[in-house]
């Protein structure tokens, strides 16, 4: 039994205690729950009491300590968020996993939930808060929280279960990561759109706390301009960019973001150096450290792209090795890696990169794209195996999602392939599969993806002579489209090789045009035989009647005018110097050099001089040799002239003709 004097004492600590915890005061709380356990040693009220006293106040190095002295298996929740605040996420993760499930209350989940997404586990984070959601679809920091973790998980598309219809009452941290979820999910207008009712509400919140709204609209605008960024309105994007810059936000990531986004904006009007100087600011340790792994890396390819254009190779491969090391699975790393090869000139090296980051992540289209441009790139610099490269580069794409290996743009390119490569019915057959895709995922409407692949399918069948399919497409193309005056005339031109009757019948509906002479339908018919044609030369007109004296003449100048205008000849160009009275040398073929020595003496001017560039032997210090007689040299410059006439016209390629 105790004390009655120490029995009131108690009493009177758990009335205070009571007192504080009403007030939010921890630190008095903890003062009483040690003056209470001084008292009754592990007295289990007290002890609760101090382990959540201590959370509340941001004590975790503490609360660890304590439940350390406790028995083992006590106040498990409490330890794994101390952990988790302490940023010792697998050791939290671990302790919640002695948590029996069915013990698992909803602030444990929520609790599993974060150490999920900080341990970018995206799909278990949001199967988490869904099921947390669906118990208090209300909670709008559950609803952020989702909204958050669907942004970064496989599943960006639902985010349009969970987001609200925006609206000026909606809460700013709801519309803002649903923005994110939906830029993810390539809906940019609609991102947008919530950005900016995002900014609304986050405006008017700024009279509550300032400080907190205006590091939350710096936060809002940044991802403002990221989309515009992504819609290719980049001087608004650039200028929000350098908005955030200078007004100096006190989160060093998202000043960060600001500054990588705005030198991949302005990398192409700086240059590599002065792009790489703007990054220095924001690649130290204590920003390093806060960025998340996706971000660090997109931050380290970027600092390897610069360095390989300012050809600093050395320093594109350390930051290569530290974007492997933040994110080994990320797609722009191979990327990265691969144009370095080919900067190295070592394209078998990027093949191989591009390959092997393809077989491990089928799903990454931008590595298949670029592996698909990187065979094309070699059947051009390489003729001997530009079929094997053709045909690597089609079997990548056909291995590619229905959605983007059915894309029309696409689609022209695998069938140019498949063409090169005399493979006429399989591309025919892939035109099939891309309009029965389109035909069940997209609209039929004129402009849709369903429209063009027809417009292209029918030139194909009609172009290799497969009259009745094309037939049949240009039906479809006119079902959509009545008007269409190409697709009638193709249909036309289809029907008139197995079915003249349709042909006549449909060519009721196509505009009147200028009679066809027998001339012109030989014409066509010389076309036809694939014979290169020669234009008619038109009739010529018949005079017109004469309209007064005046006219006449004019007409009649005009016409001689004409006429002389016609028979104009070239005018012949003689040279310089050129006397017609004399006979042309007949040495005039000869370079100077073979031609008679007295002939080519330079005049002189005075005793022993010589004009002579400097360095060189006047004429008069030159041995002349006298051994051959007069008739060989005469013999030997006539055998030189006529090989010299024998070649004439033909000069040596960069030669001169003198």
């Given amino acids: 039994e105790m004390d009655p004097k120490k029995l009131e004492l108690v009493q009177q600590n758990f009335a205070s205690l009571e007192t504080a915890l ?132 496989n599943r960006p598309q639902d985010s349009t279960r969970f987001l609200p219809r925006p609206s000026p009452d909606s809460a700013y941290e709801v519309l803002y990561n649903g923005a994110c979820a939906l830029a993810r999910g390539d809906q940019l207008e609609q991102a947008l759109q919530c950005l ?91 920003v390093m450290a806060k960025l998340t792994a996706a971000q660090r890396t997109a931050l380290h390819c970027t600092r390897a792209l610069l360095h390989i254009g300012a050809r600093k190779l050395d320093q594109a491969r350390e930051a290569l090795r530290q974007a492997e090391e933040a994110d080994p699975e990320n797609e722009q790393v191979p990327l990265a890696k691969a144009l370095l090869a080919i900067r190295e000139k070592r394209l078998p ?66 069938v140019a392939i498949l063409e090169r490569c005399g493979l006429v019915a399989e591309a025919a ?94 014409q066509l018919e010389l076309r036809a035989d694939g014979r290169k044609v020669k234009k008619p030369e038109a009739p010529p007109a018949a005079p017109a009647p004469a309209a007064g004296p005046a006219k006449a003449a004019a007409a009649a100048a005009a016409a001689d005018a004409t006429e002389k205008k016609k028979k104009r000849k070239r005018k012949i160009r003689l040279p310089a110097r050129y006397d017609p009275s004399k006979a042309p040398d007949p040495l005039r073929w000869l370079p100077m050099r073979d031609r008679d020595p007295k002939r080519k003496a330079r005049q002189i001017t005075g005793t022993n001089y010589q004009k002579v560039t400097q360095g060189s032997v006047s004429v008069a210090a030159v041995h002349v040799p006298t051994a051959k007689t007069s008739e060989q040299e005469a013999r030997e410059t006539e055998a030189k002239v006529r090989a010299a006439a024998a070649t004439h016209g033909k000069p040596k390629k960069g030669g001169r003709r003198r």
Avoid at 93 to 113: D, R
Avoid at 231 to 247: D, F, K, P, S
Wanted: aromatic residues 6%; proline residues 5%; negative net charge.
């Fill in 349 to 414: 090296k990027a093949e191989e990169c591009l390959k092997a980051a393809n077989l491990r992540h089928p799903e990454h289209s931008r590595v298949a794209f670029a592996l698909a441009q990187l065979y094309l790139s070699m059947a051009a610099a390489v003729p001997h195996t530009a079929a094997r490269s053709l045909e690597q580069a089609a079997r990548i794409m056909a291995a590619l999602p229905p959605a983007q290996k059915f894309a029309p743009g696409l689609m022209g390119i695998q």
């Fill in 429 to 522: 057959q892939l035109l099939d599969d891309a309009l029965a895709h389109w035909e069940k995922a997209g609209p039929k409407a004129v402009g849709s993806p369903y429209h063009t692949l027809l417009q292209a399918a029918s030139r194909f069948r009609l172009q290799h002579e497969q009259w009745r399919q094309a037939a049949q497409l240009w039906r479809a193309i006119l079902q959509l489209d009545p008007a269409d005056l190409a697709a009638q005339a193709g249909l036309v031109i289809a029907e008139s090789y197995f079915d003249t009757a349709a042909a006549e019948r449909d060519s009721q509906g196509l505009p009147a045009g200028e009679a066809a002479g027998a001339e012109a339908i030989d």
């Fill in 196 to 286: 900016t009712f995002a900014e609304r509400a986050c405006q008017r919140h700024a009279e509550e706390d300032p400080e907190e709204a205006a590091a939350e609209l710096a936060a809002i605008q940044t991802q403002r301009a990221f989309v515009q960024q992504l819609l290719g309105r980049e001087e608004e994007a650039l200028r929000t960019y350098q908005a955030v810059i200078q007004a100096k936000p006190a989160d060093v990531v998202l000043l960060g973001v600001a500054t990588h986004n705005a030198v991949t904006l302005t990398a192409g009007e700086r240059g590599p150096i002065e792009s790489l100087k703007q990054l220095r600011g924001i690649t130290s340790e204590a």
């Fill in 22 to 153: 009403s007030e939010e005061d921890y630190e008095v709380a903890l003062t009483i729950c040690d003056r209470i356990l001084a008292e009754i040693p592990n007295d289990p009220d007290a002890v609760n009491c101090k382990a959540k006293c201590l959370v509340k106040d941001g004590k975790f190095a503490d609360t660890l300590a304590f439940i350390e002295t406790l028995p083992a298996g006590s106040f498990l929740f409490e330890k794994a968020y101390s952990l988790y605040r302490l940023q010792r996420t697998p050791e939290a993760l671990t302790t919640l996993q002695a948590i029996p499930a069915a013990e698992k209350s909803n602030s444990v989940l929520h609790l599993e939930a974060q150490l999920a997404y900080r341990s970018q586990k995206y799909d278990q984070a949001v199967s988490i808060y869904e099921s947390l959601f669906e118990k208090d679809p209300k909670n709008a920091e559950l609803q952020a929280n989702l909204l958050s973790a669907i942004a970064l998980s």
